[in-house]
């Protein structure tokens, strides 16, 4: 499995304007370039090299290969679309390859710029080493909030998959970024708190309107993304650990264009369309890959609305968004950890019958009988 390592730059000031420099050009270059292969409706790499090569060299004085990565770069964006002239910002990524960026060592990197090639020091964070015998394919330098990194690109061996004995289902919300059918809630209080309260001074800065406010305003702008990400890297690492400790696979429901699908009241707009839905499986995906925990996805159709006993699907079986009562059998429960019941069993159903791996989807987790009730 490919995993990506961001390696911060720690550039001198003279260091940082030769990647200034570099970045400006090379995206000049692009623009260049883009502009005769949409003119021209000339999409093919090596044709496109014969035509803007020697210009590339001549008026960004960009090294032989950082002008053919280029023009790389610019057939490689036409592969999406090839209706629409496309534009490449000053700072857009640059994509280096071996011939012109090295390692040296565990502190320096050796890279190549409009002003030659020069060694910059590094630093790799909690990782400690580079892998560098794992290194797969190119290198894409970029600029963030003003600070250099090069994303690398690491082949991580996978775990041998397990044979799971069980099946965990796990449905992911605002109210609760995920509920699994053991009877574990993860709370979202903590992220929504956040967004209310940066949603507020974002609303007080922007009426102010001073240079202040706007820098405090970008400074602002990432903060809350970032907690967002940390807390559901900790909350899924957590579904996983458990997972993998008892054996289980995972169940999740597949929230494809579920924005599309879904409408919310205005004033919670913000917080539905702040939710990382993408985010949360790619997260417990490759989670549970590393782990060698087989991944289940279902479909998310009335997960809410059923009931895992009796298996009758109503709108009245939700009386409220937290409660579910089934107006057929009488049970009662909280609804995301219904949804979550619903899940498990789903993915059970859903699997092959092979000797050794038939999940009995009909009985509920013993987890279940703390957090289910059944009306007299």
Same mark, same amino acid.
């Given at each position: 499995?490919? !995993? ?35 003119? $021209? @409706? ?11 090569? @020697? ?33 490449? $910002? ?8 071996? $011939? ?18 020069? @060694? ?62 053991? /009877? !574990?809630?993860?709370? /979202? ?25 706007? !820098? ?9 993304? #970032?907690?967002? $990400? ?50 949360? @499986? ?6 549970? #890959? ?25 709108? /009245?079986?939700?009386?409220? #968004? ?23 069993? #789903? ?30």
């Amino acid at each position: 499995m490919l !995993k990506t390592l961001q390696i911060k730059l720690l550039p001198n000031d003279a260091q940082r304007e030769a990647l200034i420099d570099t970045f400006v050009q090379f995206n000049g270059a692009c623009n260049f370039v883009s502009g005769i292969a949409f003119e $021209r @409706r000339l999409f093919n790499k090596v044709f496109l090299q014969r035509i803007v090569y @020697r210009d590339i060299r001549e008026r960004f004085g960009l090294a032989s290969q950082l002008a053919v990565r280029v023009i790389a770069k610019v057939v490689e964006t036409y592969k999406t679309d090839k209706t629409v002239f496309h534009e490449f $910002r000053d700072y857009g990524s640059i994509v280096y390859d071996p $011939r012109i960026m090295s390692f040296k060592g565990l502190d320096q990197v050796s890279i190549n710029t409009v002003h030659g090639r020069i @060694r910059i020091p590094i630093t790799i964070g909690k990782y400690g080493k580079i892998p560098f015998q794992r290194i797969r394919g190119q290198c894409d330098l970029i600029r963030k909030n003003k600070i250099f990194y090069i994303m690398v690109a690491i082949d991580v061996p996978d775990e041998p998959a397990i044979k799971p004995k069980d099946i965990i289902g796990v449905d992911m919300g605002i109210e609760n970024i995920a509920v699994d059918s053991t /009877g !574990k809630y993860y709370s /979202g209080d903590d992220i929504r708190e956040v967004r209310e309260r940066n949603a507020d001074l974002r609303d007080r800065l922007q009426y102010v309107g001073t240079k202040s406010a706007k !820098k405090h305003l970008k400074k602002l702008s990432g903060k809350e993304s #970032r907690f967002a $990400r940390n807390t559901n890297h900790t909350i899924l690492k957590e579904i996983v650990q458990k997972a993998r400790g008892t054996s289980s696979a995972i169940a999740i429901e597949d929230l494809s264009g579920i924005r599309k699908r879904t409408t919310v009241r205005k004033g919670n707009r913000y917080i539905h369309n702040s939710w990382a839905f993408y985010q949360l @499986r790619l997260f417990i995906e490759y989670k549970a #890959r590393e782990a060698g925990i087989p991944v289940i996805v279902v479909d998310p159709h009335n997960t809410s609305r059923e009931c895992p006993e009796c298996h009758t699907i109503d709108r /009245g079986n939700r009386p409220e #968004r937290s409660k579910f009562k089934c107006i057929s059998c009488g049970l009662e429960g909280e609804a995301d950890f219904i949804a979550s019941l619903n899940i498990r069993n #789903r993915a059970a159903v859903n699997q092959p019958i092979v000797t050794g791996a038939i999940f009995d989807h009909s009985i509920l987790p013993v987890a279940s009988s703390k957090a289910l009730a059944r009306s007299c």
